[in-house]
């Protein structure tokens, strides 16, 4: 099975090497990585040039942001299977691929998820917040529940029946495919606990109060269209992070190896 990863990158000299590494060193045979660089006006095409694998392709051009390069990868890519490493993110160790293939030899499974650790930016060794993402079960969707999009890898299939990534939204466009996929899809979904992505603080949604005012409005509006819930569901999502702060001692940590042959596997609600 061919896993398709995504990058895409702008003027990320500082963390993209370290983001290919991750993939590179993932023990799963076919593996295909696609940089969608936006046309960084930095060294990141030098850096992603002198670490390449072979089986990597870079592509370097203008583009209207963040899904706009996401779905120009998704376009290119040939794998059966499509995930998302973002330049600041690592997959936590050379198994997670592995697991994510493993779930996915299920020809009835459509996505893959598991947890998340937020590390800070300058010291990606230290978490700040981890985010143990559980079992998906019909009505979590409107008490705010998401999986966290780093980790979540998707059949192809998903995308040709329900669409790429809306770009009307600049901000939240992960959550409305959530919503759109988990929710109308009616998409099957398997949960691989144990830490899969390291995530570094500062992405796009928490860069300033604008750029967060402006996500909560995007996420608002995501809710409204697709019927999932209102001001209540939107609250719920943003209450529900606070926990994560407090790092449980019984969740595995980034370097955690879960079986194989396992997973939780849901249904999104009919």
Same mark, same amino acid.
């Given at each position: ?8 990158? $702008? ?17 799963? @045979? ?23 694998? @072979? #089986? ?20 290119? !890519? ?52 981890? #985010? ?5 079960? @019909?009505?979590?969707?409107? +008490?705010? #529940? ?35 996929? $988990? ?9 691989? @606990?144990?830490?899969?992505? /390291? ?8 860069? !300033?109060?604008? +750029? ?12 409204? /269209? ?20 407090? /790092? +449980? ?22």
């Amino acid at each position: 099975m061919r896993i398709s990863i995504i990058t895409a990158a $702008f003027n990320a000299e500082a963390t993209i090497a370290e983001a290919i590494r991750s993939v590179a060193t993932q023990g799963h @045979p076919e593996i295909e990585h696609l940089v969608c660089d936006g046309a960084s006006s930095d060294a990141t095409c030098a850096v992603v040039a002198r670490h390449a694998p @072979p #089986w990597m392709t870079l592509v370097s051009e203008p583009d209207a942001g963040l899904y706009h390069a996401i779905n120009a990868g998704i376009l290119r !890519s040939t794998g059966e299977v499509i995930g998302l490493v973002h330049a600041d993110d690592v997959l936590a160790h050379p198994h997670v691929l592995e697991q994510v293939a493993a779930a996915f030899a299920d020809p009835t499974v459509d996505a893959v998820y598991g947890d998340l650790d937020y590390v800070a930016r300058t010291r990606p060794g230290q978490v700040v917040r981890h #985010w143990r993402a559980g079992r998906f079960s @019909p009505g979590r969707l409107a +008490r705010g #529940w998401m999986p966290p999009h780093p980790t979540l890898f998707l059949r192809r299939r998903v995308f040709a029946a329900h669409g790429l990534y809306d770009t009307r939204y600049r901000i939240s466009a992960d959550y409305e495919a959530i919503l759109r996929y $988990f929710g109308r899809g009616r998409i099957r979904a398997v949960y691989l @606990p144990g830490v899969m992505v /390291r995530m570094r603080l500062g992405g796009e949604s928490n860069r !300033s109060l604008g +750029r967060v005012l402006r996500k909560s409005a995007e996420d608002y509006r995501a809710l409204r /269209r697709h019927r999932v819930g209102g001001v209540a569901t939107l609250l719920a999502k943003n209450f529900s992070k606070l926990p994560q702060f407090v /790092r +449980r001692a019984r969740d595995p940590g980034p370097g955690a190896r879960a079986p194989l042959d396992g997973g939780t596997i849901s249904r999104a609600p009919m």
